[in-house]
């Protein structure tokens, strides 16, 4: 079965400083990891994915995440935070064969403090 | 939210009323995606199409339908069945169903049950 785990409800981070969103998943085999972004009363916005290759992702605005199959992790990184990523961000796994709906962690709220 | 538009933007509906949730794209993508977003947990999946005129449930379909005869056009039913409609939905499109693929999300529809 496939799962994904955001361990924290809510991150807060100073503006400037580098931000870290953490997640952790189970599939079977290998996965296919995303990120997404949503602001109020919106629709998700994809940031990244990691299909192969290159453990480290570059995504928009900035963030990144770093694949690490041994710690089945892919946590959002940006060196520096902005105002402006104060927002809701998803992390999301797909099993790359047999039954491969996208499954969603449950969200990290995240707050850049000015 | 790209090529993807949902209306309406709200709706309210009385208890045993069925009420239909449009999704429109015009990005070209074969596949799109229907999903459930409650407070304080992640997308779940309702329904799925690959290709036109076909679709296939996904880990919440009861109390929903859905029909694909047009390729841009994915609208979901929420029907008096759905015991508890209360939610934000979202629709969504991938260029094909591969599952490497992201999806694109519109920009939602926040359904009430009065």
């Known amino acids: 079965a496939q799962s994904v785990a955001q361990p924290e409800d809510q991150v807060n981070v100073a503006e400037g400083n580098p931000l870290t969103v953490k997640c952790t998943y189970s599939v079977s085999g290998n996965p296919y990891l995303f990120w997404y972004v949503q602001y109020p009363n919106r629709g998700l916005q994809f940031l990244l994915k990691y299909i192969t290759g290159d453990n480290l992702v570059k995504g928009s605005y900035g963030f990144e995440a770093e694949f690490n199959k041994s710690q089945t992790s892919f946590h959002l990184k940006k060196p520096s935070a902005l105002v402006s990523d104060s927002a809701l961000y998803f992390c999301a796994v797909r099993q790359q064969t047999g039954a491969n709906n996208l499954f969603f962690g449950t969200g990290t709220r995240l707050t850049v403090i000015p | 939210d790209g090529g993807i538009t949902q209306s309406p933007k709200y709706l309210f509906r009385k208890e045993g009323q069925n009420v239909t949730l449009s999704c429109e794209q015009n990005l070209n993508h074969d596949a799109m995606y229907w999903y459930r977003q409650d407070p304080g947990q992640g997308l779940r999946l309702i329904y799925y199409?690959?290709?036109?005129?076909?679709?296939q449930k996904g880990d919440i379909a009861e109390g929903y339908s859905v029909s694909r005869e047009k390729k841009e056009s994915f609208p979901l039913t929420v029907t008096s069945a759905q015991k508890n409609p209360t939610a934000f939905y979202l629709c969504?499109?991938?260029?094909?169903?591969?599952?490497?693929?992201?999806?694109?999300f519109g920009p939602g529809t926040r359904l009430t049950v009065l």
């Open positions: 199409s690959q290709i036109v005129n076909d679709f």
């Open positions: 969504a499109s991938s260029i094909s169903p591969g599952a490497h693929n992201e999806q694109f």
